[in-house]
């Protein structure tokens, strides 16, 4: 293998695909980053089995010169110091060349590297995937979902099944869930494709890997779901995730379907009230706040420590309607919720003091929060 | 006490203050921050006991009101919590009242926090220092001296004297002295001031405290210098240090007056190329890189490291005067020394393979960094 690349290119490809790259893999040839050249471009992989990504950069792209391959070929190279080479390099122009016992010269101005490469067919070949079930949606729009769920996944391992979002796609529709069985997060929204429905488990670290690599745009990403892998393909990106085994549980009874106190309030004051509030919430265990209905359309939003002293605001709401109220939350669930709704205005179902209660937007049905309390009465 | 004071001022003072604050100190009331309030304005004051800080708010500044006193009076209150709540009070008129039993209520807009206090006479008193020995100097060439020399003190607290930077007052010349016993720093400049000659430790945790807390502009700060402490005083701002004990080596000797090949070449150009090779070199234990001097003014910058590769890198240099020369050294001390120097420029005059070598910027006598040699050969 023999290729002149440019430099700034090849960062944004060793980067990209670096974030599936583990140190802390026992698999000693997925520490490196496997290059392949062929007469149309260069392909750079990274895997830690559980996810790969090949980020691929073609010969040529709107009649720039990319890549000039002077010689086919692959080469595994060790990824941290390849990803750190690179980008120190002090030219754009970087020439790679794999020679006799695999061992690879990289060249840019005067600095010279040689280093010790693997052999590429030792490397593991990407899951085969075929093209049936598949789905399309814009980037910003996957992005957008991701980060409205994501949070609520469980970080525990003691229900593996916690630690991924439910995707389940039914008649053009994609539902997204998380939850960690104190809180959990719901997103709606419409889907194109043609597959048929699906229901699988997709861990949250390749979704939140998957939203760093990809940039805000709303260029469409293609989803590809097989038994045990989802694919995200978009222009010379394909991630590859395992999906999660197990059946996600049916979290529809946890969402109450009646309400007894409904507040309408400005989401950005309540954010900033929880936020102050939870600065001496912090030191106590469960970073706990108390939400407490006052006359004439206010809340007080309150927490005591002992130690440190008590904290007490008062908001003026939109609207409350029915029952008085005393409910004690997590300051950080509800932080949560509030900043992945994305809403000017929003709107809390309270079913009682000890009921889960629920977030949404004002008439806005394509998401929900919801939030089991903190028992402190 | 009680006071009205502009939020965005006492974020800043809080800010300046925090940085003597120990969460570590074995001395309840140093977790605090102390505010004191008379006829003029507010004092804040951190300290560790090695470092003291006092902030001072005037009741008015420049025609703008920044404190209003409605009673005079002082509290300690818990410097981390006090800290949190006032970057996040929600207007920009913060009252502070001190009520019975030094419990303090902290208001803005709705919010109000209710803190235990502490009482401000059981805080330590900051030392007494009398204005002999005093001298100045603008606060960005302080900072400068500063960054210039820190970095060469010794982390290691076998030779406390060796983790401070020595500070010699002569002639009217100030001379700063830093050294690990690996390599060393030193910078000189002119200092006006009323005092005797002086040699001192400056604990080099103090002066990168320091560093941090003076904005970079062209005023003046004064420093006095007792037996065992020095204070750093600007517009508003008391900084007080505790000095190291000991006398401080004579490094006088490690410097040597003669050598026998003399390298002039681009500082950055130097700098990049140590930095490349540092990336193969950072695995060994040592970050050591190498450096040959070449035909034709060229030299040579390799690392080599079995177990990942080789790199090497030339550089055309401005001139080479004298012998041939291998020598192997610390990428890490090398690039900190560049850094430091602050010049487009860098002669650099060895004595053998095993002698320490010195840089210095093209006819500047101000500044000197010296490095020893790691033995390979």
């Given at each position: 293998m023999k290729i002149i690349i440019q430099r700034d290119r090849l960062v944004q490809s060793v980067n990209d695909v670096l974030k599936a790259v583990s140190t802390r893999t026992t698999i000693p040839i997925l520490t490196g980053i496997k290059l392949k050249a062929n007469e149309e471009g260069v392909s750079l992989t990274g895997s830690d089995s559980d996810i790969s990504i090949e980020s691929y950069i073609p010969s040529e792209e709107e009649g720039n010169e990319l890549v000039e391959i002077k010689e086919t070929g692959s080469i595994v190279l060790p990824a941290r110091f390849f990803a750190e080479i690179v980008k120190k390099l002090p030219e754009n122009s970087v020439e790679i060349e794999v020679h006799a016992h695999l061992q690879t010269i990289i060249r840019s101005g005067k600095a010279e590297y040689k280093l010790n490469g693997l052999n590429a067919d030792d490397y593991p070949q990407l899951p085969q995937i075929e093209e049936e079930n598949m789905y399309a949606m814009p980037i910003d729009l996957l992005k957008t979902i991701i980060r409205q769920t994501i949070f609520a996944v469980s970080t525990s391992e003691t229900r593996p099944v916690l630690t991924g979002v439910n995707w389940r796609i039914e008649d053009g529709q994609l539902i997204c869930i998380a939850t960690d069985s104190h809180r959990l997060a719901m997103r709606k929204t419409a889907i194109s494709g043609n597959g048929n429905s699906h229901s699988v488990v997709v861990p949250g670290k390749s979704l939140s890997e998957l939203s760093k690599i990809l940039d805000d745009t709303d260029e469409e990403i293609q989803m590809i779901f097989t038994e045990n892998q989802v694919l995200f393909k978009s222009k010379n990106l394909l991630f590859f995730s395992r999906l999660l085994e197990g059946n996600y549980p049916?979290?529809?009874?946890?969402?109450?379907?009646?309400?007894?106190t409904d507040v309408r309030i400005n989401t950005k004051e309540l954010l900033h009230a929880i936020d102050r509030a939870s600065l001496l919430a912090r030191?106590?265990?469960?970073n706990v706040v108390k939400l407490s209905t006052l006359e004439g359309s206010y809340i007080e939003i309150s927490s005591h420590t002992p130690e440190v002293g008590t904290v007490t605001e008062e908001i003026l709401t939109h609207s409350i309607e029915g029952e008085e109220l005393k409910i004690s939350f997590s300051a950080k669930y509800m932080m949560d919720a509030l900043k992945a709704l994305d809403v000017t205005e929003v709107t809390i179902n309270f079913t009682g003091a000890m009921r889960p209660f629920v977030l949404k937007g004002v008439e806005d049905e394509s998401m929900l929060q919801l939030i089991l309390p903190v028992r402190t009465y």
């Open positions: 049916d979290t529809s009874r946890l969402i109450p379907n009646e309400s007894k030191e106590s265990r469960n």
